[in-house]
Structure formats: C-alpha cells, structure tokens
C-alpha cells in the first residue's frame, strides 16, 4: 500500500535518499589533518558551521550596534567604515541586522530538527511496534504527506501570528510525518532481524526490545535525515517571511531582511545580497555536513553518494 | 467509496480540461481582435478582488468602479460638485424638496435606456451604506420616481450638502446601476457588473489577483464640457484598457522599464529615481492632495483609555521619522502635519496642534509617569503586506520602546488587521491597542468622507474615540451657511480631536505614479483618470 | 494483478479524505475575519457584523464541513468571499499557467538532470562528477526567489532575451508562450534538477556495480549503450518515483516563482487567498493540489506495477 511514498525519498527540501538497514560502522579518524584529507566537503561545511554558529552566539560582541535601532535621516546608506554592509530603507545597520540574524536562522534550523526529530522518533515507533495503531497513523501520515510541506506550512501560519515559536511549530508538523516514516520503516526492517526475534523469543518485553535494539539502529539515519531538515527549515523559514507569514519583521532574520529589501532589488541589491549568501552559506554547510554524516555512518552509501 | 472517487477524479479533469478551452475560447477573441485596437496596461494599487462599489469601499474598487458606472453629479478638480448624468435639478424654497432630472439618451451597457426607476434604486442602496447617504436617509420623507426621467429626494430637515453627497469621490461615490442590479442588499454582492459609464467591464476576462478588463463602450454619451476629475466629457480614447495586477514592486518597475506596462499607479518612491533616470518614462505625482498617514489607538481600553496617555505618545513621536520610513529620502514629498485636515485645502487647521510638534521624549515620558502608567502592554497590530502601514509599525515599535511603554508586536497582514481592529474585546482576547492605516488626502478635506475623524463613541470608526466637542464642530460644519463659518467650525473641530486625541497623524505624503511617454493625458488627481489619455 | 492495481487506486481514497478533513479543520479554527476585509477601511462595525452573517461565517463547525464535503461530491467547490465567483471558475482561469510552468520545468529539469547524474556515476569522483553534485547542493541551497531575481535581472532586464515578467495564453502562439515560460521554469527547476540529478548519480551508481553491467562491459557492449540503455533501464525505478515525489517541490516552488514572476496561476491565487482568509478558495486549491500530488504517485506506481511484475504492494 502506497509503497511509493512511503520507500521514496520525502518530498518538500530534505533530500536523504535511502536508508542504511545495516547498523552503520565507525571508521577510526586519524588526526585532524587525515580527516580534513578524507572527508574535505564534511570538513568545509562543519568549519563554515562553526563560523556561522560563533556569528549567532557572539552577535552582540561582533561590532554590532541594536539591529532595530531605526536612524531614518540615515537610509540606504552604502557600505562603508560606519555601517560595513550598509543601511536599510530605515536606517538600521545591515551588517548588524545580518549577524543577529544569523540566531534566528540556526534557531529554527536546529530546533525544528530537534522538534521534529523527537516527535517523528516517537510517532515512526510506536506505528512500527503496534501494529492496530500503524494502519491509522499511516492513513494520516499519508494524508498530512500529500500536502506539499509549504502549502502546510503556510495554511499553519495563517492561523496564528507571526513568532518564532509558531514558524518552528509550523515547519515542524510538516516535516513530522517525514520523520515518523523513516523510523517506521527502519523498525519495520529491524524486526525482521534474528537478534530481535530471538529477544523476543528470550520474552523480553517491548520497551525492552525498543531501547536495547531498535532505537540506537534508528539513531544514524535520523541523525542525517535531521541535519536535512535543519537546512530544509531555513529554507522554508525564508520563504514563508518572502510570502509575508514568517517571524515577526521586527525580528531581524535572514528571510525577513530579504523580504524587506526585495522591492529595491534594482537600486540596493546589497540588502538581498547579504542575507541571501549568509542563508545560502549556512544551508550549504548544514547540507554538506549532513552528505558528510551519511557517507560516515552508512559506508554503503558512501560509495554511492 | 469509489464512485465518491472518481467523481472527484473526473470533475478535476472536467475542470483542467475546461481551464484550457475557457482560456483558449476567452482569450483568444480578443487577441485577434486586438489588431489596430488601443490597449492601455495599467499597474493598479491593488488587487481587484470584488467589484461591488456599493458593498466593498477599498480604493481600488472605487477607481475601477469610476470606469464602468456613472454618478449623478462629479466633483471637478476644484472639488466643487458638477452635474454629469443629471441634466438640470430644483430644490424648494425651504430647502426639503430636491428634484432631479437625468439627461436623456443615456444607455447600460445591456443597451437598456437609464430612467429615473435605476436612480431611485441606486440611491436607496447607496445610502443605506454611505456616511453622508445615511444622513440624508435619516431625513428621508420618500424617494420616488415622478416619471421617466424625473425623481424626487423630500427630506424633513434641509441637507444642504446634497450635491457633494452625489457627486463626492469619496467610496463609496453614488453610481448608478440598472433598478434589478441595484435591488441587492446593501450587503450582499451584485453578481453582473452593468453601468453606464465609459467602459464596460469584460467579466469573462476576469481573473482576479491577476487581470481586469475594461473594454471601450460605445453608445456612452459624453458632456460636451471638457473632464475634469468625475465631471465633464468622459470621452474615451483608448478601446481596451487591461489592469494587470502586480504583487512585487521588483517585478512591476522592471515591466515598465522593459515597456511591458504603460502605467503604474504607485511605484514605490525609493524606486523612483530609477524611472526618473529612464528616457521612456514619465514619473510625476500622483495627487497633490496625497495621504494622511494615521495610527489609531483603542480608547477603550488601557492604556490608551486615558487621554494624557494618548497625549504623551502625540508629544513624543516625531513625523519625520513616519515620513522618511514611507516615501524614502525626498524631502519634497512629505510635510509634517500638525492638525487632521489635508494640508494645502481650505479646512487645514493647525489650532490646538502644537502638541504634535514637540517631539520631546521627556516631557512624554513625564506624561506618562503623571498618568501612572504601569506597563501595561501595547497590542500593535501591523499589517506587513502593506508598504505604508509597516513602515509605520516599524517606526512605532521603536518610539513605544524609547518611552519605555512595553509594547506587544503583533505583525500580521491587512486582511487580519481588517478583522482584528473590528473588534471590541480587550487586547488580551483578541482586541487590540494600536493599528495603522492612511487616508487619501481627498478623504480629509473635510467632514464629509472623513469618517475617522468621527468620534461619537460605540458608533465612531475603529478605536472608538469618543469626543463630544469634536462632535460638535463637525455638526456645525453640516449644518454652516457659508464658508467662513464652515471654517470656523473646523478650525474648533481640529483643536478639539487634538486635544482629545481622536486618532494620531504620523504626517502628510504624496506619491508618484509613472507612465510611458508614449501615453498622453495623465492626470492628477485622487484616483487615475483615464477619460481623454491617448496611446500613441 | 488487478487486484493490485485496484488496490492501490482505493487507497488513495482515505488519504484524500484525511486531506480533506485536514483542510478543512485548518481554516475553520483560523483567526481572521473577510466580512472586515470586504467592507473596506471606511465600513463601520455594523456594517462588518452584517457582512460576516450575509456570508454565513456564524454557523457551527458540523453544519459547515458536511455541507462542504456534499457541495465537492457535487463538483462545487464553494464560491469566492471576495470575488464572489464560483471557485471551480477561479481555479479553472489559472490552471493552464500553472500547468505550462510545472509541465516546461518537469521537462527541462528532466532533460538536465538525468544525464547530468548519468555522467557523474560515470565519472563519479572526478572534477565532472564533484562539479556536478556541487550544483546540485548549491540548487539546494538558494531560495527560489534570489535565483529569480538574479536570473530576471540578467537575461530580462540587461540581456533583453526574454519578457520580464507576465504568462501568454498558448493560444497566442506558441513562439511567445514559450519566450514567457522560460525564465519562470528555469528558476523553479533549479531545485528539482539537484534532487532528481542526485537520485540518479545514486541509482546509476547501484547498478553499474551489478554483475550484469560487468558481463555487458565484458562483452564490449560499448559505454554509452551501457549507460544509457541498460543501466538507466534500470535505474528508472527511483528515478521516476523521485520526480513524482518531487512534485511537491514544484508545487511549493510555484507559490513564490509565480509571485517573482507576475504569472497568474494557482500559486499566486493561495498565496492571495491566505493573505484575504479567502477560505473556500484556500481550501479548495490546497485540496487540489493534493489531489494532482496523489495521483501524479499514482500514476507512477501504477506504471511500474505495470512495467515490471516485481513489484507488489
């Protein structure tokens, strides 16, 4: 039934293709410098992550003045010693703007991760141990999947105000049934495994078997599928402030800069073009570390992929 | 469970297959036909989203509307009422007998002859809507056809601002539609879009959100007097006039630049410069009556149910810094505006404004303090989707912050706005304490399409404001017999809401629009005029 | 085998429903009034309250939806609070843009993007091949609307190549059909060229370490007849199940290219109804967009049930 999407990759932008139904192998790093050699992109989007992780956590101490702190006789001002990315159309320091931005961003990236993650596990766990409960959480999974996760997201948004804690709350319930199938169909695979049969036959109970076999096994592919959907969630946080349904505007986040300076294209491309390659930066590195953790934890793929 | 399916399955093919015939048979006819036809391809404001002039007032239905219906009366450039379907009325002695005769030969565009049936029905909807149609309603004796062409408006009291009722430009205007049209509730939509004014409305091109077409009608009868404004000669020089709808000021700029569009109604000023440095395009203002810019708080609830409070915000703000977030950096197309009258007309008052020139921090803070405020939160609601109203929030935000009030963004888009601010709880259950919006400059000439400046407590527009002197001077305005008085009235009007606080003015504005050279005849004015503008 | 099929065809039955319901739900419990948007800046109070009883907007939540779900059994999807038009209609006057966009872009992602992830299995960890999924990672990595400002900007603007913004009806020909289609699909194929290009690098790579591909190339069969004839033979499977699944891309694509790009279709159509809590319209182009989602994976499951055997649900 419905194997399509439940096999495929999950549309919308998190990209992890296959699984590994294999429990995925370590290998032993060699020195700093033996895994920059081995692992370059992984190496290159965890550094570009830690620099835009150090921009969100020392923003304040960055050469940053209040991001809302408005100056209106000092608008669209170019780049210059003062303000180094320039002002915006109220006279807000773009340069500060972007730097505190880079917090909101990583927030909903990471926590809508987090979120979904967590809920997805709980959800793919118990419809992959219960079978009674497995026909009517993937009814509605498939449901909820045959909404394109934007649509979802924004029709979520139109019900409530724009915050921080509904955009994460919105992006998350799209990415959820995601989540929830890739981990049902992991269980669904390792039940099939003899250690587990012979747990069973062994009468362990249940929530046993799960800590002790299944739940580590899920672990590696959640963990890939999460950093997708880190750099899925900021994607879709900057589209949904382009459509007018993000964080509130006061909020200086990337996709909010951008939707603000998108009307001056032509006369200030610098207010598109400096959130626009600091979000494309940190969804590159946030993709090119979730390639990285895959090919780490899943060497059958690595091969591939 | 399967025929439920296919059902749906089948009526989704049913209904790609007939987007491609309805598109293909609808769009195709014109095409040809456009050959040797003048077609003018104009950038509205905003999305024409309904077309009742009756029932909905947003500005763009107004301007839209102002193509396909006639009025009785026009105002000119000069704001003064002319006759445009009427051909010559009477009025008693005493004031309370108003008769009018319509011009003769005048058609709908379903080729039906206009009598005096249509106009009667027209009214009677009108002005169970309008502010100035619910006065005279509130006087009304009857409203009757005497024949044809002859009806008759008997009042118990004299109105003597009869005329600009009929003829104002203000939404909604008085537009005459056929009787059977004009027989819907007020509050229901009409469903055919029949006038007998310059153009007709091409409903089947219809998209809303994307396109409106007017298409040239030929058996309208024009004044012989030259137009000005909704009077005169409504003469028609381009045959088909297509309003393409444009979400994103980029993409609409680029368009004109490439000639994709004749005429843009309201380019966005910081992109102004662009077009005034491109040899194909003209850029000039669009009304020199402009905007009022307008926040307006909830007098029903604290904070802002204590005047000194109200008061501490007017002394505080500073209109430069609404201005300068609206129309960018030219100074020339702003004015600060102490007093609620349109700047430049003959109401403008500043009496009792000097409050609004302050912009002293301190003394507000005092103020506040004096009135003992305590943090209580500011529910501002902002609608984001509208250039104008969150460039205000945003310079709100900063100056609520700045006097240390705690203030409760609540970003959202115009539609919600329209809802929330409707709303009489309190701000905690969906009530608010603050939005923003604007007026048109031709709005605020004076009482008469002024309704925000009313404030006569549970019936005043949003925020309740309840100013019995403000009250006062607007019904002697009504009532004046001539135009000293009718300033003198004002002038306290003014002085009045000021100190009452009706609502805040962040400041006076105008905007540009732009158009190709190769377009003759723009004009200035409160909406686009497209009588007399040639294509070349 | 025709149980099969008919299987799978009826499941699609309670997904819809759970759709529906879903919909629905979602803007019956939304905030936000169209009797207040309607009635315009200059309504008074009662007029809004008059308006909002005029649309039935007081009735409870059970009389609404069944009258709903009987109204769509019926082919009715509601009539428009704003326009006042049936939304069939509304839907109907934007299908052919929307369709054009996605159909152009489905085809010029495909034509791209397989061969390029052909060639980099090919080539796998050459420049060509790290090149190649370079840019698939970067299409994954820029909002769709920076990739459509830059692309209008450069090929409309400073080039002049094509019109910067605006669709043209097929019915005025196919030469300015195609000129208003192009820079809209480029844009929106962007994305779907990264996903479907790493799929097949993925896909080719699995199956050219197959021993049969070993026996072809012992055979001298020659490279390109390897490649393209019986490797990607059978590599289709996730390929084409990709492109189905991508849809939901295309469609999420579409709500913000066709707003870059002035085209009057069914994404700019939700976007504005959301903005105006245009409810029967939100509904029920959300419920057709699922739909086409449901049944463009129908279909592809359905062609593979056909082509090969192996497959069973």
Redesign the interface.
Known sequence: ?????S???????A?A??LPDVLPAREPLKGFAGFIRRRPSLAFGAGLLVVMLFFAVFAPWLGTVDP???A??K??RPPSAEAWFGTD??GRDLYSRVVYGARVSLAVGFLVALFSSALGLAVGLVAGMVRWIDGVFM??I???M??????LA???M?????SLQNVVIAITLAEIPRVARLVRSVVLSLREQPYVDAAVAAGTSTPMIVIRHILPNTLAPMTVQATYIC?SAM?VE??LS????GV???TPSW?NI?AEG???????PTL?FFP?AF???T??AV??VG?GLRDALDPR?A??? | MKGTFMDRRSFIQASVAAGFIGATGGLSAPAIAQAGRKTLKFVPQANLANFDPIWGTQYVVRNAAALVWDTLYGVDEKLQPQRQMVESETVSDDGLVWTFKLRSGLKFHDGEAVLAKDAVASLARWSARDPMGLMIKALQNELVAVDDLTFRWSLKQPYPKMLLALGKNNAPCSFVMPERLAQTDPFTQIKEYIGSGPMKFAQKEWVPGAIAVFEKFEDYKSRDEPSSWLAGGKRMMLDRIEWIIMP???TA??ALQNGEIDWWENP?S??V??LQGASDVTVDIADKLGNVGAFRMNHLYPPFDKVEIRRAVLTAMNQ??YM??IV??DDALWKPMPGFFTPGTQFYSEQGGDIMKMKNLDAAKKLLEQAGYAGEPVTCV?A??Q?IT??QG??T??LLRRMGMTVD?????WGTVGSRRASKKPPKDGGWNMFHTWHAGADCLSPAGYNALRANGEKAWFGWPNSPKTEEGIAEWFSAADVEAEKAALARTNEAAVNDVVYGVTGFFLSYQAWRNDVQGVREGPLPFFWDVTKA | MTSVIL??VL?TI??????AL??FS??Y????DPAAVIAGDQASPEDVEKIRQGLGLDRPYLVRFVEWVFQILHGDLGTSIFTNMPVTTLIAQRVEPTLSLMLMTLVMAVAVAVPMGVIAAWKADTWIDRAAMGFA??G???????VG?LIA?VFALKLGWFPVQGYQPIARGVGPWLSSLILPSVTLAF?YI??IA??T??AM??VLSQDYIRTAKAKGVGQRAILFVHALKNAAV?IV??I??????L???A??TE?VFAIPGLGRL??DA??R?DYPV?QGV?LL??LV??LV?LG??LVYTLVDPR?R?
């Open positions: 039934m419905a194997a399509a999407i096999l495929a990759p999950p549309p919308g932008l990209i293709e296959e809302g702190a408005l209106t006789s608008r669209l159309m109220l009814r509605l498939d449901g909820m045959s909404i394109p996760p934007i649509l924004v029709a979520l139109a019900l409530t105000r724009g750099a994607i900057a589209i382009f459509i007018g349904a509130p505007p006061i996709g951008m998108r009307a001056l294209w032509q006369v200030k598109v626009a979000l494309s930066l969804v590159l993709n090119l390639d793929m091969k591939s992929l | 994103d000021p980029a700029l680029s966005l910081d992109l410069p662009v430069e810094d300068r977030a960018g950096s902002v984001q989707d250039s969150k460039a945003d310079v935000a900063d963004f609540v970003a959202t888009d | 299987r799978r499941s309670p997904v819809m429903a759970i759709v879903f919909v979602l803007l419990i939304a905030p936000g990672v970067f994954f990595s820029t909002p769709v609307f920076v400002y900007y994305v990264a996903l790493r799929i690098r993925a790579l699995d996730p199940t990709v189905g699944i991508g849809v939901a891309l469609i999420g694509g709500v913000v707003s939700i976007v959301i903005l809590r939100i959300v967009f699922s989602y449901v994976n592809v499951d497959i649900y």
